[in-house]
T-cell receptor, first 113, second 114 residues
């Protein structure tokens, strides 16, 4: 089944404790992206990657890092999480063309206390 | 950054009624995509419209792309409780280096009451 897999689904952590949210896709998509979704603000792009070893900042990159060492994986790293990073996070992948939609993961609900 | 305005923000209707959701921008998009999101899940693609004036139908859902490719609408006929969810529009614009970026609207939360 074609899918984007995120882990974990739920995570509660403390301020300053480094964490990684994993994302993997099995559709051979070149393009991958991370979004956060907050009430009243909608989906905002954090980082994206157009291919292996190519990453770029989205609209809200502060406090996040990403890497794209393999085509299928695109982990999101929070080096020193803060409470304002409490959010619902989604990974998405696509062929990156205008005509082709995104496939989203099921989301990771992160709480930073 | 392109902006997409969706209206209404919230919509509560009775089963069997019709409804229309709007997505507007001052920017031109290469395509306009519609997604539906259930609580606690990721958005799921419903349709992509590419050509100005294009109309696509998906059972009781009709999607239209404006002639100038700046706006779109989603019309649902005879809404059912299973249509309940958050409807998101997203515009694709060329971002350079052969890739496109999606900009999302904030969504329309639809509740269909049995």
């Amino acid at each position: 089944e074609a899918q984007v897999t995120q882990n974990p689904r739920y995570l509660i952590t403390v301020t300053g404790k480094k964490l990684t949210v994993t994302c993997s896709q099995n559709m051979n998509h070149e393009y991958m992206s991370w979004y956060r979704q907050d009430p009243g603000l909608g989906l905002r792009q954090i980082y994206y990657s157009m291919n292996v070893e190519v990453t770029d900042k989205g609209d809200v990159p502060e406090g996040y890092k990403v890497s794209r060492k393999e085509k299928r994986n695109f982990p999101l790293i929070l080096e020193s999480p803060s409470p304002n990073q409490t959010s619902l996070y989604f990974c998405a992948s696509s062929f990156g063309t205008a005509n082709y939609g995104y496939t989203f993961g099921s989301g990771t609900r992160l709480t930073v206390v | 950054t392109q902006l997409l305005e969706q209206s209404p923000q919230f919509l509560s209707i009775q089963e069997g009624e019709n409804l229309t959701v709007y997505c507007n921008s001052s920017s031109v998009f290469s395509s306009l995509q519609w997604y539906r999101q259930e609580p606690g899940e990721g958005p799921v693609l419903l349709v992509t419209v590419v050509t100005g004036g294009e109309v696509k139908k998906l059972k009781r859902l009709t999607f239209q792309f404006g002639d100038a490719r700046k706006d779109s609408s989603l019309h649902i006929t005879a809404a059912q409780p299973g249509d309940t969810g958050l409807y998101l529009c997203a515009g694709a614009a060329y971002s350079g280096a052969g890739s496109y970026q999606l900009t999302f609207g904030k969504g329309t939360k639809l509740s269909v009451i049995p």
